[in-house]
């Protein structure tokens, strides 16, 4: 299945400070952010893969996949304070501005998910209609804000999140956390307002195992030995 008009962005920044170099670290014998070109290649031809990076080996690994980067990150856009929905809008304005390619949504995919899967984004994307922000990939959360999530209150005492008569977790409504994923959103509304003020998001959940994200150690030998 071939996912058509949209812009499928692969987000690589050469800092990171958790884990210096976690985008193109080796796992089982390729970089990690391999196996995010391998999922949406799976899904779309490489002229719609855009790699956004800053750094200039994370540009010759992509290539040396026979990936072409069509464009080095601005330095701003690549310090620890620089927003995602920045760095999206940069690539979109880039494809259209620059290669005269137009596309009505974007499909966010970060290196760090390597075990999300082509299967898993076109599975997302059946969820898709025109009348949606976003669908976003999550996973069930163990913290439930009607059971074991807490706020400080201004006197130091703790209380619930969210009030509720619930005894048991298994009874309280379900929590849903982003994994980091897929998302799939809407141009316009991108281009219109921050991710955080979209109110048309639609759920697609993944499995505990497949939504690992790499931050740290622990994350990557989870990752190797599911691989």
Known sequence: MEIND???IIPARGGSKGLPRKNILPINGKPMIYYTIDAARGVTSDEN???STDDLEINQ???DYGLRVPFIRPAELATDNAGTREVLLHAVDFYQNKLNRQFSKICLLQPTSPLRTSQ???EAHQLWKDNLE???SVKESKSNPYFNL????ENGFLKKSKEGNYTRRQDTPKAWE???AIYF???QSLQAKSIAEFKKVKKYVMSEESSVDVDNDLDLGLVKSCL
């Open 178 to 180: 982003y994994n980091g």
């Open 150 to 153: 807490f706020e400080e209150q």
């Open 120 to 122: 898993h984004i076109i």
């Open 134 to 136: 976003m669908v976003v």
């Open 49 to 51: 893969i855009c790699v």
């Open 61 to 63: 690994v992509v290539e």
């Open 6 to 8: 949209t812009l499928f």
């Open 185 to 187: 959103i809407n141009i």
